[in-house]
């Protein structure tokens, strides 16, 4: 539920409960007040009654009947006098009669009435006039009637109203006291509601912003509900995730970079070492013969070369990093590439007891869009990776190539020693050895394998190894075959 609808609801509850309280008691003073009681008793009262109050009713029918047929008998003192007696003991009221301005019959018990506040001749009420006589209050309903010489007539009916009236004046302040305690219920309910609802989730992300500037992001921000205020939440917690994710980015781009720095500073020192070495080497005259400066010789120009491969890669490295190597993509026919990669191979590998092996699914397009000198250098690092593990005196290195709808499959299988479970997630890694001894025979820069994934993914492919420990390892990677979104 939005807080528009919550507030809407909330003022709209402030307002109708007291005005359904105010109609429910006006409605009880007017039943109460009503000028035939009786009617009230035959709804309320239990069926038993219904023959009593029948009675009097047909009673008082009768009475009418009287006055229109006989209004000569309401001149008659014992006639008056018996026909009290029986309204008093068949409603439990008063009679008294007036014959124009003159009352002709009044009751002992009603001698203080005021005269003077008995309704005058052809008045309708729609309330019964209430008096009060000798501390006791009676309502009065009248009867309206002409006698034979043409003299106005009337005959009052007096009941005793104290129950009601003691009931009114008892039941207005309760009545009073229940709208005010109403009325605070109402409010106090909706105030905590609202608070509730409201205000309590805006303190909650007053405490969180205070804990971002304090730069604590690990709490998470908690969401009541879908409301405005829960979608302010959400966004707040979105940005808290993203600030954390975003800063602990920072942190291992800046430790990263310590370790580049770290690592570059170790792999180029081992050459130049070398380099200062042998150079000494002759400047004292340790090369002494020809055979020796042309090993001294060969070793610096060997070790230059390997210095030189190891700032290029590294230079690849920083402008992949940095997105702005320039990829040249065109449409290849990657069988027909590999092919001449592997016949290429087994040129430069010739004599070097390595044994090269193609195999290439005969059905299936392996047309992809790549980069040509690229994709040549993603191979290149996977076979020299390869080559510089292999073990054996006789190597070996298989290429596979398949295809489906989607993507073309390039495998790579040697037979290395493998690699342990533990480090095969980790040879896609910048500067990641296998061999974690520094300064070994094998060379390099570390940055092999995590070249040609940077590359893979730029075609929008995946690159992925297979291993056991001593089982030989396997590479492979897949491209998008041309026209696939």
Avoid at 39 to 64: C, G, T, V, W
Avoid at 307 to 315: G, T
Avoid at 348 to 364: A, Y
Avoid at 384 to 413: A, C, E, G
């Amino acid at each position: 539920m939005s807080i528009k609808l919550r507030l809407v609801i909330s003022n709209l509850a402030m307002i109708l409960v007291p005005i359904i309280f105010v109609c429910l008691s006006a409605v009880l003073v007017a039943l109460l007040f009503k000028t035939d009681v009786k009617e009230l008793r035959a709804i309320y009262l239990p069926p038993e009654h219904y023959k009593k109050i029948s009675e009097q009713n047909q009673f008082f029918i009768d009475l009418r009947k009287e006055t229109m047929k006989n209004p000569e008998l309401f001149t008659d003192p014992s006639y008056l006098k018996d026909l009290d007696s029986r309204l008093t003991q068949t409603a439990d009221t008063s009679l008294i009669v007036r014959r124009g301005k003159q009352i002709i019959y009044l009751p002992e018990k009603l001698k203080d009435l005021n005269k003077k506040e008995l309704p005058p001749f052809g008045l309708f009420r729609e309330i019964e006039p209430v008096e009060q006589v000798n501390h006791q209050f009676v309502s009065i309903k009248k009867l309206d009637f002409y006698y034979p010489d043409g003299s106005e007539g009337s005959l009052f009916f007096v009941k005793d109203a104290s129950g009601v009236t003691k009931f009114v004046r008892t039941f207005f302040p309760i009545l009073f006291t229940l709208l005010i305690l109403v009325l605070i219920g109402t409010n106090g309910l909706l105030t905590y509601y609202v608070s509730k609802s409201i205000i309590r989730p805006i303190r909650g992300l007053q405490k969180a912003a205070q804990r971002m500037k304090e730069g604590d992001l690990s709490i998470p921000i908690p969401v009541y509900s879908k409301d405005e205020i829960g979608q302010l939440a959400l966004g707040v917690e979105e940005m808290r995730v993203r600030l954390k994710e975003s800063i602990e980015t920072q942190l291992a781009y800046e430790e990263n970079r310590k370790e580049l720095i770290a690592n570059i500073s170790h792999d180029l020192r081992t050459p130049i070492t070398t380099i200062k070495g042998y150079m000494e080497g002759i400047r004292d005259g340790v090369a002494n013969s020809p055979e020796k400066m042309d090993r001294y010789m060969q070793t610096i120009l060997s070790k230059a070369n390997e210095l030189d491969r190891m700032i290029e890669e590294l230079f690849l490295y920083s402008k992949l990093d940095l997105q702005r190597l320039l990829f040249h993509f065109e449409k290849i026919h990657f069988d027909h590439y590999l092919k001449d990669f592997v016949e290429e191979l087994r040129f430069d590998v010739e004599g070097k007891r390595v044994d090269i092996n193609l195999n290439i699914e005969k059905s299936g397009d392996y047309l992809v869009i790549g980069d040509r000198e690229n994709l040549k250098r993603v191979i290149t690092n996977i076979v020299d990776n390869s080559l510089k593990y292999i073990d054996k005196p006789d190597k070996v290195l298989s290429f596979h190539l398949t295809t489906n709808d989607s993507y073309v499959l390039f495998k790579m299988i040697d037979n290395g020693p493998g690699i342990t479970k533990e480090s095969l997630s980790l040879i896609f890694d910048r500067f990641y050895r296998a061999d974690s001894a520094r300064g070994t025979d094998k060379g390099g820069s570390g940055l092999g394998l995590s070249i040609a994934k940077r590359i893979i993914e730029e075609h929008q492919g995946s690159i992925w190894a297979e291993s056991q420990d001593g089982q030989g390892t396997t590479i492979l990677f897949t491209l998008k075959k041309a026209g696939v979104e």
